[in-house]
């Protein structure tokens, strides 16, 4: 198991006011799995796939991501795990704005210390890969939605996680760009990398091996197709 | 953009404190530079009236120096570095071809010149030993008396007649700055040897004396002395201060002295408060960029940058700014302050110099209210979850 969720809650506290968005979770993937979260809105996907992604720590519960329990990492353990064996994207593609396709994927690869020479090789293969060669010196006020978020995920890829983490990638994008972030995602799986993804789009949805349902804090159903 | 308003706010900041104290220093040293222009460490004493009795001797007698007095003061007194009678006309006739003006006529010693910050110009020079040993005829005249009666043409070497007596021009005044006088400004005067003026008017007493005193010695103490050596020749008690009556310029200076350091607390006061307004200012741009900089640290801790490297880079980023901002406002300051001179207004404000200490000293307040206004926040963002840190705002 890479990931395994046992009794996980999370509750937010607003002023006096606390807010259970998970209610004792329990959820196990398997490395390789490509699986799709879906539930209405509010149900806690979002909640969810962060804590998946080590971006917040749960309330109550245990999680292990590859066998080491989460909430006994240190901060810097964490900024590791979070550096080289998870990519996220965001909904929101969370891109520097004022950096260029080239140096906002770079980042991860400054943070895990890759050398210069190093770098620049890899944020080539990577933005060719999303198909983003010509784009390199753009900044993301240059770009249209679907190539941020082709950004944002060559990003994610950029220490070669094992984890792909994203948050409705295809939220802010039209279907034709939606489509070709879910064939990378598909190309990513085939390589072998863990894949979740959040949406609200029952076609992807239905796209993917294994769908997980979510409503109000609590899994309704996880199963694979088929 | 940011960056463009921290480095603006320090640029200013920098540049007005910059700007504000070369200018106070310039005007301070203009004005001081002024009031010296009647002569440095120097006093003024004309006769006065006893008002003490003194070994049977009644109050009320006037006591009038004479020329042998100075010499005698001259000899006795070692707190002097010059001294100088006297003697004033205050009205001749000074005509060269059919210029001709009523002016004061002096008659002094060779010092007096130096003491009195009387300076020839160049090609000529003041009355010198010779011509008081010889009791020559030779005057030197101020410069605008020179402009009044020569015009553009060259004065030194002509005669011109004083009373109707020739006289040798040997010099002119050069151009000076002189915000004080006792008996009118030195550039309308004339001024001839002592021996050459008592051979024309015999005068008992001397006007006044001219005395400065050597720069390390207090002018008090050479006021003491006269008074010694004046009462003991004409029997009076030496703490009678009414018998002669000197002013003393270096009183003046220290008051000008004393004014200029409450003119100069005064700037330090704004100095303080541009530098607490641009600490305010650099303090509230740290405090607009902090939503965007507080997304930015949510979107790198959740690349995976380490706490300390965030913070590490936000040290170093408030540094560069700071220091580009300061270097290029000190820059800015110092090129107004080398052109300012330019536009000739040195006559008040004088030459205002920047002083570079202090320059640093602002860049260094205004980089340690930078970091601080913006490290805390940072580090704030930085001790949170990732997504706390991305949904703060
Ligand atoms: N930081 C937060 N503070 C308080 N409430 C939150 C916070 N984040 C999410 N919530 C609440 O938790 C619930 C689940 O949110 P989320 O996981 O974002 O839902 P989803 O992604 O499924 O739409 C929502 O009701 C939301 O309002
Ligand atoms: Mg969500």
Redesign the interface.
């Known amino acids: 198991m890479i990931i395994e969720m046992n009794n996980i809650s999370k509750v937010y506290q607003t002023g006096n006011v606390e807010f259970a968005a998970l209610k004792e979770i329990n959820l196990k993937l398997k490395r390789g799995d490509f699986v799709a979260i879906v539930g209405p809105s509010g149900s806690g996907k979002s909640t969810l796939m962060?804590l998946i992604?080590c971006?917040?720590?749960p309330t109550k519960g245990n999680y292990l991501l590859d066998g080491r329990e989460v909430k006994h990492l240190s901060?810097?353990e964490l900024?590791?795990?979070?550096?080289?064996k998870i990519g996220?994207v965001f909904q929101a593609f969370?891109?520097?704005p004022y950096a260029t396709a080239f140096e906002n994927v770079e980042?991860?690869l400054l943070?895990?210390g890759v050398k210069s020479k190093n770098r620049k090789e890899r944020v080539h293969e990577i933005l060719e890969k999303v198909g983003l060669s010509d784009k390199m010196e753009n900044k993301p006020t240059e770009m249209s939605g679907g190539e941020m978020q082709r950004v944002a995920i060559a990003?994610a890829m950029a220490?070669d996680p094992e984890i792909i983490l994203a948050d409705e990638p295809t939220g802010n994008l039209d279907s034709k760009s939606g489509a070709a972030i879910v064939d990378l995602f598909k190309e990513l799986w085939k390589s072998g990398k863990t894949i979740i993804v959040i949406t609200h789009d029952e076609k992807i949805a239905g796209q993917l091996p294994r769908i997980v349902k979510l409503k109000d804090g609590l899994i309704e159903s996880n199963g694979y197709a088929n | 953009m940011r960056t463009a308003l921290t480095m603006f706010g320090v640029f200013w900041g920098t540049c007005s404190i910059v700007l504000l104290f070369a200018f106070g220093k310039g005007i301070t040293e203009q004005q001081i530079k002024d009031q010296k222009g009647m002569g440095d460490n120097i006093a003024i004493i004309w006769p006065g009236v006893t008002s003490m009795e003194f070994q049977g001797l009644p109050t009320g007698r006037r006591i009038r120096p004479t020329e042998d007095d100075v010499v005698l003061i001259k000899k006795k007194s070692s707190a002097l570095s010059a001294i100088s009678p006297e003697y004033r006309d205050g009205s001749v006739t000074i005509k060269f071809k059919k210029e001709s003006r009523r002016r004061s006529l002096f008659g002094v010693w060779p010092e007096f010149g130096d003491m009195r910050n009387i300076i020839p110009d160049e090609g000529s020079r003041f009355i010198n030993e010779r011509d008081m040993a010889e009791k020559r005829r030779v005057v030197f005249i101020g410069n605008r008396l020179k402009e009044d009666i020569f015009g553009e043409e060259e004065a030194v070497g002509e005669r011109v007649l004083i009373d109707n007596m020739p006289f040798t021009v040997i010099g002119v005044m050069k151009v000076k700055k002189q915000n004080s006088s006792y008996s009118g400004r030195d550039y309308r005067n004339a001024y001839i040897p002592s021996s050459t003026f008592q051979s024309m008017y015999s005068r008992r007493y001397v006007n006044n004396v001219v005395v400065q005193t050597k720069p390390e010695i207090s002018m008090e103490v050479t006021k003491s002395q006269i008074f010694e050596i004046m009462g003991a020749k004409y029997k009076f008690d030496p703490t009678d201060r009414e018998t002669l009556s000197i002013w003393d310029t270096t009183k003046g200076i220290a008051f000008l002295k004393d004014f200029f350091r409450a003119f100069r607390y005064f700037l330090i006061g704004i100095g303080i408060a541009t530098l607490i307004t641009g600490g305010i200012g650099v303090s509230n741009i740290m405090n607009i960029v902090l939503e965007e900089r507080t997304k930015e640290i949510g979107i790198k801790m959740a690349l995976g940058a380490k706490k300390g490297m965030i913070l590490f880079q936000f040290i170093f980023e408030t540094l560069i700014i700071t220091g580009v901002g300061g270097v290029f406002g000190f820059l800015f300051a110092y090129g107004i302050v080398k052109a300012f001179p330019l536009l000739q207004l040195g006559d008040f404000v004088g030459t205002p110099s920047v002083d570079v200490w202090g320059s640093v000293m602002v860049i260094f307040v205004l980089g340690i209210v930078g970091l601080v206004a913006g490290y805390f926040p940072a580090k704030r963002a930085a001790n949170l979850q990732p997504v706390q840190a991305l949904k703060l705002f």
């Open positions: 962060n992604g971006l917040d720590l901060s810097n900024a590791e795990v979070r550096n080289k996220f969370n891109l520097l980042l991860p943070f895990a990003r220490n």
